[in-house]
């Protein structure tokens, strides 16, 4: 069975740079998967990414990826090797679980509120200027924001802090350079150290907000010290770039479709439609990667155990055997709900998913009621196959 691999078509990693979604529908009607160049598979259909993602013949891949890049130790490494995303099984769920309870904990009213003050504050500062990079201007701002209200992060501390998590996850866009690698690290050092303190903070105070009542979950889980700091690190990560990339995303593709954007503007109920809608055409995270510990069949085919496996969130929310029409925005379409794989699925499922959903939601919310004449100056480019994507500069204008 294993000769069949060498027919299943490999894919280069210049071809997905140059225009992901177009690969993947080139190869998706005839293979469940193809072979990166560089290494890996990648899964291809909306039902194998979705069944595999609770599959556990993939594992997570521990520290295989920082090995890899020649990494052995430093704040980096200790984020694969200490953190949640990376484990497996017990200690995955042990390193979870306080995570996932302090959050349940939060009021996510009280979290919606801050973010409309945020996102206003954030269009105020532009506003007399009639136009805004939404990127830099609002798109990171927002999910840095979130998260300094969620970790009672100082307001002297902004802007060093947003600084500092910017240049840590600069090591997880495809390809960094030495340069970018070594700054991650630096920046990655500091923002350990700097999470320490506010946690000293947290302790010293008796608070009761969600570092307090996190520590507290921590300590009934027995987490080391280093454990507890890297879980919070993981929520810097994987609640920044991918709110950012879809922020961005949503706002380009609703001022593509004027009728859609106006509809949004006098119906708030439709948020949320335009943000699954958004999320499935790009979504913030490209997929998730396996490691492979048995072959797997798809479709007649043999995906071989021992494999870095990509399941591609990109292809499949582009399925036409799920999404009719799939390269259109339609926030009306009746599948919506399976958008939801751009979270992921299984075990490792976004811990966060409803605090990632209200900063789209509130996000959206605050530039359809500011700004409802906001029209497109340019549309960006949208790149990244792996892990988290990114969105090039992107004008947006407004009539003061
Ligand atoms: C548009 C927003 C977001 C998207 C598309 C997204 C997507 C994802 C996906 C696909 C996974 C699964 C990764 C895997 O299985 O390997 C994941 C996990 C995770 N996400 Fe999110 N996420 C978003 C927002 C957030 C936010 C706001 C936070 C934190 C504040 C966050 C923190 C995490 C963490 C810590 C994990 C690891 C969970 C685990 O391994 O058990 N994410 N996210």
């Given at each position: 069975m294993l000769d069949n691999i060498r027919t299943i078509p490999v894919v280069?990693?210049?071809d997905l740079d140059a225009d992901v979604?177009?690969?993947f529908a080139r190869y998706?009607?005839?293979f469940p998967f193809v072979t990166l160049d560089t290494g890996g598979s990648i899964v291809l259909r909306h039902d194998d990414v979705a069944r595999l993602m609770s599959d556990s013949r993939l594992q997570a891949t521990d520290i295989a990826m920082p090995v890899q890049a020649g990494i052995t130790e430093g704040v980096l490494y200790d984020i694969f090797a200490h953190g949640m995303l990376t484990a497996?099984?017990?200690?995955?769920?042990r390193r979870r679980s306080a995570i996932s309870r302090a959050l349940a904990n939060q009021v996510l009213d009280r979290f919606r509120q801050h973010l409309r003050q945020a996102a206003t504050a954030l269009i105020d500062a532009s506003y007399e200027?009639?136009?805004?990079?939404?990127?830099?201007?609002y798109a990171a701002k927002l999910p840095i924001l979130a998260l300094a209200g969620l970790l009672e992060v100082p307001d002297a501390d902004l802007p060093a802090f947003p600084r500092d998590v910017y240049a840590m996850n600069a090591f997880f866009r495809p390809n960094p350079s030495e340069d970018a690698v070594a700054d991650a690290e630096t920046a990655a050092l500091r923002v350990r150290n700097y999470l320490d303190?506010?946690?000293?903070?947290?302790e010293a105070n008796q608070s009761q907000g969600f570092l307090a009542q996190y520590l507290r979950f921590a300590e009934d889980d027995e987490l080391s010290r280093s454990e507890v700091l890297v879980q919070i690190i993981q929520l810097i990560i994987g609640g920044t770039e991918s709110v950012r990339t879809a922020l961005i995303a949503q706002t380009v593709q609703l001022l593509s479709h004027p009728d859609q954007w106006r509809s949004v503007c006098a119906d708030p109920t439709l948020v949320a439609n335009a943000v699954a809608e958004g999320m499935r055409l790009e979504p913030g995270i490209a997929g998730?990667?396996?490691v492979s510990v048995q072959d797997i069949e798809l479709d007649g085919w043999t995906l071989p155990a021992g494999q870095l496996v990509l399941l591609s969130a990109i292809s499949a929310l582009r399925d036409d055997r799920v999404f009719d029409r799939p390269d259109v925005f339609d926030m009306l379409r009746p599948n919506l709900r399976l958008t939801r794989l751009a979270f992921g699925g299984g075990a490792h499922k976004c811990v966060a998913e409803a605090m990632g959903r209200a900063e789209l939601e509130e996000g959206l919310l605050i530039l359809a009621e500011r700004l409802p004449g906001l029209e497109l100056e340019n549309v960006p480019a949208f790149q990244g196959h792996m892990f988290v994507r990114k969105a090039g500069e992107c004008w947006?204008?407004?009539e003061r």
């Amino acid at each position: 069975m294993l000769d069949n691999i060498r027919t299943i078509p490999v894919v280069s990693s210049a071809d997905l740079d140059a225009d992901v979604h177009s690969t993947f529908a080139r190869y998706r009607s005839s293979f469940p998967f193809v072979t990166l160049d560089t290494g890996g598979s990648i899964v291809l259909r909306h039902d194998d990414v979705a069944r595999l993602m609770s599959d556990s013949r993939l594992q997570a891949t521990d520290i295989a990826m920082p090995v890899q890049a020649g990494i052995t130790e430093g704040v980096l490494y200790d984020i694969f090797a200490h953190g949640m995303l990376t484990a497996n099984g017990e200690v995955h769920a042990r390193r979870r679980s306080a995570i996932s309870r302090a959050l349940a904990n939060q009021v996510l009213d009280r979290f919606r509120q801050h973010l409309r003050q945020a996102a206003t504050a954030l269009i105020d500062a532009s506003y007399e200027s009639g136009r805004l990079e939404l990127a830099s201007g609002y798109a990171a701002k927002l999910p840095i924001l979130a998260l300094a209200g969620l970790l009672e992060v100082p307001d002297a501390d902004l802007p060093a802090f947003p600084r500092d998590v910017y240049a840590m996850n600069a090591f997880f866009r495809p390809n960094p350079s030495e340069d970018a690698v070594a700054d991650a690290e630096t920046a990655a050092l500091r923002v350990r150290n700097y999470l320490d303190a506010l946690l000293a903070k947290a302790e010293a105070n008796q608070s009761q907000g969600f570092l307090a009542q996190y520590l507290r979950f921590a300590e009934d889980d027995e987490l080391s010290r280093s454990e507890v700091l890297v879980q919070i690190i993981q929520l810097i990560i994987g609640g920044t770039e991918s709110v950012r990339t879809a922020l961005i995303a949503q706002t380009v593709q609703l001022l593509s479709h004027p009728d859609q954007w106006r509809s949004v503007c006098a119906d708030p109920t439709l948020v949320a439609n335009a943000v699954a809608e958004g999320m499935r055409l790009e979504p913030g995270i490209a997929g998730v990667v396996r490691v492979s510990v048995q072959d797997i069949e798809l479709d007649g085919w043999t995906l071989p155990a021992g494999q870095l496996v990509l399941l591609s969130a990109i292809s499949a929310l582009r399925d036409d055997r799920v999404f009719d029409r799939p390269d259109v925005f339609d926030m009306l379409r009746p599948n919506l709900r399976l958008t939801r794989l751009a979270f992921g699925g299984g075990a490792h499922k976004c811990v966060a998913e409803a605090m990632g959903r209200a900063e789209l939601e509130e996000g959206l919310l605050i530039l359809a009621e500011r700004l409802p004449g906001l029209e497109l100056e340019n549309v960006p480019a949208f790149q990244g196959h792996m892990f988290v994507r990114k969105a090039g500069e992107c004008w947006v204008r407004w009539e003061r």
